[in-house]
């Protein structure tokens, strides 16, 4: 598991961040707190949706469904799937209550990841709602772009320090895993090396 989506290998990890903590009492108690406790009286319906084919997005919905709906027989949450374009089209649209996403990081630095994750204008935090987005505005924007403007890399760790802790603070999502393969080539095989901005083989930098 990992605190937030930077992750290790990146400027910015830190190990000494606290992960996210399974805990179905607190999670009661939490509910419980919602809206003055209407939530926890009331109850409430919820469809989670996810890409038909995508067995880890299928998996996580599943199981929230499953373990929320365990703490008050009021929580219904149901599971649906849908092909890619409809589920992409209402992602885009901020339709879905809650999603499940990855990055591929497009550059190695952290700023590719938090920008698209917590910054109100990026890929994900602009579809979390108006909500999240006041909220990035105030707390994390410009720390965001601070870290972004500087190549000072101790001024750069301090602030992904200080987004992340906000992040954690307000229960950002839930970073789940950070996703690992394998890779197996002949020994007559050279110039190969591991790239997390780079899915696959690239072949001109391959040699025999």
Request: some cysteine; hydrophobic content about 40%.
């Amino acid at each position: 598991m990992i605190p937030t989506v930077i992750t290790r290998g990146f400027l910015g990890y830190d190990e000494t961040l606290p992960l996210v903590e399974f805990n179905l009492a607190k999670a009661v108690q939490e509910f419980k707190l919602a809206f003055d406790g209407e939530v926890w009286e009331k109850g409430f319906k919820v469809q989670l949706i996810y890409n038909s084919g995508n067995y880890i997005r299928e998996n996580v919905v599943e199981m929230l469904a499953y373990f929320i709906g365990s703490i008050n027989p009021l929580f219904i949450i149901e599971t649906v799937s849908v092909q890619w374009p409809t589920y992409l089209q209402a992602r885009q649209n901020g339709q879905i209550p809650l999603t499940v996403s990855g990055w591929m990081a497009d550059y190695c630095d952290p700023e590719n990841y938090i920008v698209a994750f917590y910054s109100s204008q990026g890929t994900y935090g602009s579809q979390r709602g108006q909500a999240y987005r006041e909220w990035a505005a105030i707390n994390v924007d410009e720390d965001i772009l601070a870290a972004r403007s500087t190549v000072d890399i101790s001024v750069r760790e301090e602030l992904y320090r200080e987004i992340q802790e906000k992040i954690i603070e307000a229960a950002v999502g839930i970073p789940m895993f950070l996703e690992h393969s394998h890779h197996v080539h002949s020994t007559k095989v050279n110039g190969w090396f591991p790239n997390q901005a780079r899915k696959g083989d690239y072949y001109y930098d391959l040699s025999k």
